[in-house]
T-cell receptor, first 111, second 114 residues
Framework: GEDVEQSLFLSVREGDSSVINCTYT??????LYWYKQEPGAGLQLLTY?????DMKQDQRLTVLLNKKDKHLSLRIADTQTGDSAIYFC???????????FGAGTTVTVRA | ETGVTQTPRHLVMGMTNKKSLKCEQH?????MYWYKQSAKKPLELMFV???????ENNSVPSRFSPECPNSSHLFLHLHTLQPEDSALYLC?????????????FGPGTRLTVL
């Protein structure tokens, strides 16, 4: 299985950008995902990136992938209070349902 | 609303109790999953069913017993649990088992074992 590591906590001021970082060990991952878990809810897929891409942008979200360093990041522009949640990165392959999750980063947005 | 519902949302049970968790998906998916989420730990995959057949048992203790009567319903039967089994249990479903199928998660059942 793959090890996926991410920092546990991030505090950001409303309106600033948030950057959540993740490192992984398995270079054979085809997909790298970011999930969001709001209080009292399950995980919601936010975005994903194929392993042959370096960057993906989706509205306020920018995903950067550095395959050489096995480093994945999620940038949230203009962070809002509704962005307070736990964010999980995960790796997977196209022919297998198994996902390797990190422990989650709790993002707290302060006014 | 992801189309995956779980009941109950909260459950407190003693170590000698028997209880069941229920998951239902309204998405027409064929695969269903049970995950265990403990605080500050990665999600752990427990069981996987595809077309009602179990395809994965990730070395889960026998005090957890899954049941999948049809592709829309998944149960997790619990008996003689331990306090360390306290966690959030998440159900998920996907169209198929291939990795490109997105997994849709339910809100979870928060289980406390006393």
């Amino acid at each position: 299985g793959e090890d996926v590591e991410q920092s546990l906590f991030l505090s950001v001021r409303e309106g600033d950008s948030s950057v959540i970082n993740c490192t992984y060990t398995d270079s054979s991952s085809t997909y790298l995902y970011w999930y969001k878990q709001e209080p009292g809810a399950g995980l919601q897929l936010l975005t994903y990136i194929f392993s042959n891409m370096d960057m993906k942008q989706d509205q306020r979200l920018t995903v950067l992938l550095n395959k050489k360093d096995k480093h994945l990041s999620l940038r949230i522009a203009d962070t809002q209070t509704g962005d307070s949640a736990i964010y999980f990165c995960a790796g997977g392959s196209s022919n297998d349902y198994k996902l390797s999750f990190g422990a989650g980063t709790t993002v707290t947005v302060r006014a | 609303e992801t189309g995956v519902t779980q009941t109950p949302r909260h459950l407190v049970m003693g170590m000698t109790n028997k209880k069941s968790l229920k998951c239902e998906q309204h998405l027409g998916h064929n695969a269903m999953y049970w995950y265990k989420q403990s605080a500050k730990k990665p999600l752990e995959l427990m069981f996987v069913y595809n077309f009602k057949e179990q395809t994965e048992n990730n070395s889960v203790p026998s005090r957890f017993s899954p049941e999948c009567p049809n592709s829309s319903h998944l149960f997790l039967h619990l008996h003689t649990l331990q306090p360390e089994d306290s966690a959030l249990y998440l159900c998920a479903s996907s169209q198929g088992l291939e990795g490109y199928n997105e997994q849709f998660f339910g809100p979870g059942t928060r289980l406390t074992v006393l």
